[in-house]
């Protein structure tokens, strides 16, 4: 089965600290890229950040990096210095390719609350 | 430059009834996305387009058709809503697959009654 796992339904952190986002993911494939997404209240989602499977080295944006361990299936997100701003749904995702078919899942979101 | 941008923002549908989503682009993206969000559920992608005249079915594509006429524009359409169509429906575009950022429209909230 191909699944995305966001076991934390809710998270919050103080503002100015850290906080790491759980996903896991469940796929036969070997080569997919993996996303975490930002929906805030206004309900568009944007990219966070991506990591492409094959790389071993884990991506990092500004503020936003990842733990990706492929064996363990396992891609963590992980918010450092956390601002208001961030508050938001967070959705892990990937994206394979099957028999010249695309496939994203994602999984059903994490909200983090950032308080002040 | 206004990135993705989706028509309407909202609408409520009679069991039935047909309508038409349209999903705009104007970042000459080749790659087109229609997905819906459902409350406690993540993204479930319906249909998808790699080019214009191009269309392909995605994970939940039951109930639902698409046209890809022009490059900018990818159109959603219901031909006889039922309740089970109501959510929340997000056009994405992304320049090129392997690469594969893709960009977000605000959304569309449908409710069928």
């Known amino acids: 089965a191909q699944t995305v796992t966001q076991s934390q339904p809710e998270m919050s952190v103080q503002e100015a600290e850290t906080v790491t986002l759980s996903c896991t993911y469940d796929t036969s494939e070997s080569d997919y890229y993996l996303f975490w997404y930002k929906q805030p209240p206004s309900r568009q989602m944007i990219l966070v950040i991506r990591q492409e499977a094959y790389k071993q080295q884990n991506a990092t944006e500004n503020r936003f990096s990842v733990n990706f361990q492929k064996a363990a299936k396992s891609f963590s997100l992980k918010i450092s210095d956390s601002q208001l701003g961030d508050a938001a749904m967070y959705f892990c995702a990937y994206r394979i390719s099957t028999s010249g078919t695309y496939k994203y899942i994602f999984g059903t979101g994490t909200r983090l609350k950032v308080l002040a | 430059n206004a990135g993705v941008t989706q028509t309407p923002k909202f609408r409520v549908l009679k069991t039935g009834q047909s309508m038409t989503l349209l999903c705009a682009q104007d970042?000459?993206?080749?790659?087109m996305y229609w997905y819906r969000q459902d409350p406690g559920m993540g993204l479930r992608l319906i249909h998808y387009?790699?080019?214009?005249?191009?269309?392909a079915k995605g994970e939940v594509p039951d109930g639902y058709n698409v046209s890809r006429l022009k490059k900018q524009n990818f159109l959603l359409g219901l031909e006889s809503a039922a309740p089970s169509q109501t959510s929340v429906y997000f056009c994405a575009s992304s320049f090129h697959l392997s690469t594969d950022t893709q960009y977000f429209g605000p959304g569309t909230r449908l409710t069928v009654l």
């Open positions: 387009s790699v080019g214009e005249g191009t269309t």
């Open positions: 970042m000459n993206h080749e790659y």
